[in-house]
T-cell receptor, first 114, second 114 residues
Framework: DQQVKQNSPSLSVQEGRISILNCDYTNSMFDYFLWYKKYPAEGPTFLISISSIKDKNEDGRFTVFLNKSAKHLSLHIVPSQPGDSAVYFCAASVRGGSQGNLIFGKGTKLSVKP | NAGVMQNPRHLVRRRGQEARLRCSPMKGHSHVYWYRQLPEEGLKFMVYLQKENIIDESGMPKERFSAEFPKEGPSILRIQQVVRGDSAAYFC????????????FGSGTRLTVV
């Protein structure tokens, strides 16, 4: 039973445009969400997070939106750059952001074309 | 300041052998997490350790797998009597106390069982 779902295995976007990566979850107990980026042969790199008490968090070109009623979050990258091409993982936790384990989605492979 | 160091990067074992994966956390980090990524899957939590203590091993298979994080030296994930299904990428992450869930991952160890 997959609690965190990333239904798009891949996404292709033109350089300079917006990339929107989506993530759905089923467990209403999740209260902290994170996005990680992963290049081939490397470990995931933390990008941005959001607590369930917020609906938006922004960091430079990256913005995460949380819609709790829909159990949906999205990552917006504006403007997209070729270096953003990677696999993006959505992750969730029930620990309120304190240390514990993360539940990951299967990832979405983003390709940004010059 | 070196990142999370995992070795070896690649490990090939025959069925029935033992696999030992090592993880040296970042300097000052006393919390270590192990995750496993099967092909075409997201990362799955295995175990969370602090120095000399296992805090959460809810993701560890009940048999053949063990983990430790001694007072001195790296954290070790040990898999006894490996089987083909153990072939995966194993990632370690670390964090300092109280940081939250945006922890730092290593580059992983890719285990292949032949």
């Amino acid at each position: 039973d997959q609690q965190v779902k990333q239904n798009s295995p891949s996404l292709s976007v033109q350089e300079g445009r917006i990339s929107i990566l989506n993530c759905d979850y089923t467990n209403s107990m999740f209260d902290y969400f994170l996005w990680y980026k992963k290049y081939p042969a490397e470990g995931p790199t933390f990008l941005i997070s959001i607590s369930s008490i917020k609906d938006k968090n922004e960091d430079g070109r990256f913005t995460v939106f949380l819609n709790k009623s829909a159990k949906h979050l999205s990552l917006h990258i504006v403007p997209s750059q070729p270096g953003d091409s990677a696999v993006y993982f959505c992750a969730a936790s029930v620990r309120g952001g304190s240390q514990g384990n993360l539940i990951f989605g299967k990832g979405t492979k983003l390709s940004v074309k010059p | 300041n070196a990142g999370v160091m995992q070795n070896p990067r690649h490990l090939v074992r025959r069925r029935g052998q033992e696999a030992r994966l090592r993880c040296s956390p970042m300097k000052g980090h006393s919390h270590v997490y192990w995750y496993r990524q099967l092909p075409e899957e997201g990362l799955k939590f295995m175990v969370y350790l602090q120095k000399e203590n296992i805090i959460d091993e809810s993701g560890m298979p009940k048999e053949r797998f063990s983990a430790e994080f001694p007072k001195e030296g790296p954290s070790i994930l040990r898999i006894q009597q490996v089987v083909r299904g153990d072939s995966a990428a194993y990632f370690c992450a670390s964090s300092p106390p109280g940081q939250g869930l945006g922890y730092t991952f290593g580059s992983g160890t890719r285990l292949t069982v032949v």
